[in-house]
């Protein structure tokens, strides 16, 4: 199905996940603003229709709520599963970590982003979760962590269930599009990343191979996978992975999902004509917003983006996105409004795209 077909119009945008969150919301979820149940719910509820409402006037065709709930794009799998230890670094981030087996929490966490979204917007949405891999990436500890699951891969393989039920409420809502974060994944283009492998390509292997366990025979919802090298981190100062994509194209192409969601606007991201490789029924989010803090791309500069990659791919194949998710950390500081300017100029280069390709 082209992209005219599922969204109703050619060069659709879209954003990754993440909004930067007002004060008020980074306090509320990270607990520094102790509210009762109730205040806390309409607060929260009144901060995504803002966020609903910024996207819907910036012009995106298929929007967020911003992960504004979350503590943590990773962390959330401890709103589906008991077993984990959370607590916060000195600057304020969330960190989570498994130290017992994994026990089913009541289901719909992340559904229910996806029903409040559509009760709110008439636009279509998309939701995130994390991919298994990345799961056993980032929260399992070699000294915490093996008494309940003896490897990373043990715990990876124990996170499976516990998405794919979510994945299951997530179709049933009507989402759209879910997207699977897997960063992890796109680590492996960068060669000094590779080089702390014994095998990158098995590593490579592995985490598609958990996705593709997650997804199968999902229907009802377009299906995404969401790589990077981390084009948020720079928000953090942090070190940016290069690379192109070539390494991973053999595992991309095993992938048994819909979509794609690649960056391309940040340096040593690789040439376009690696879209060339990919499966031709496979959509490509492209990456053609900067997520840099200051760097604010205009509409001319975007679409000539997309269009050095229409040159290796069918204008009916691709959606607009950033980089990156804008608020890549709870400790993150970003500028909502220069993201309200960032979105707004992707939507009108989807504009000039449409009047030039039709």
Known sequence: MSTLEHYGTLFPTAVVGSLPRPAVVRE??????????????????????YAVRLQEEAGVDILSDGEWRR????????????????GRHEDGRPWTVVVDRLAPKEPGFLAAEARFLKQHSARKVKVALPSPALLGERLWDPERSTGAYPTRRDFARACVPFLRRELELLARAGTEVVQIDDPHLCLL???????QHTDPDEEARF???????????????????HLCRRAG?????EVCHTGGYEPLIPHLNQLQVHHLTMEFTSPGAGEARVFSRLREDLEIGLGCVSV?????????????????????????????????GFAPGSAARVDIEEVYTKLSNQSAAARLLRERHG
């Open 28 to 49: 509320v979820v990270m607990g520094e603003r102790v509210l009762s149940a109730e205040r806390r719910a309409q607060v929260m509820d009144d901060a995504v229709v």
């Open 71 to 86: 503590a943590s794009y990773i962390g959330v799998i401890a709103e589906l599963a008991h077993g984990f230890e959370v």
């Open 189 to 195: 283009v960068d060669p000094q990343v590779r080089a």
């Open 207 to 225: 985490t598609v191979e958990l996705i593709n366990e997650l997804v199968a025979g999902i229907g009802g919802t377009r299906l995404a996978v």
């Open 233 to 237: 981190a720079r928000v953090r100062g």
């Open 292 to 324: 840099h803090p200051g760097q604010v791309d205009t509409p001319e500069q975007i679409a000539a983006r997309v269009e050095q990659a229409l040159e290796y791919l069918p204008k009916e194949r691709v959606v607009l996105n950033p980089d990156c």
